[in-house]
C-alpha cells in the first residue's frame, strides 16, 4: 500500500509542477501526458476558472504531501507488518 501512495504522490507531483511550467510557459515534452490534470480536469471545474497557477500548485503540494506521508517513518507503537 506504501508503495501505492508513493506512485500516487508521485504522479500528482509531476503532473502540478507540469500544469505549472505549462500554464507559464510552453510544456516542452509529452505535454499530452504531463498536462492531463491542467488540460482535463482543472477546466471542468468551475471554481478553479482563472485560478489555474493555484490549482497545479494545490496538485504539486498534495503530491509531495502523499510522497513525504508515504516515507514516514512508524512509530514504535505500531503493530508490526509482516516483511517478505
Known amino acids: 500500500m506504501r508503495k501505492a501512495v508513493e506512485l500516487l504522490g508521485l504522479v500528482l507531483l509531476v503532473e502540478g509542477v507540469s500544469g505549472t511550467v ?37 496538485v504539486a503540494a498534495l503530491g509531495a504531501a502523499l510522497l513525504l506521508a508515504a516515507g514516514a517513518k512508524r512509530s514504535p507503537d505500531d503493530p508490526p507488518t509482516a516483511t517478505r
Open 22 to 58: 505549462d500554464h507559464l510557459a510552453v510544456q516542452p515534452f509529452f505535454s499530452f501526458a504531463l498536462n492531463l490534470v491542467n488540460r482535463v480536469v482543472i477546466p471542468r471545474l468551475d471554481f478553479l476558472a482563472g485560478h489555474e497557477l493555484l490549482a497545479n500548485l494545490a
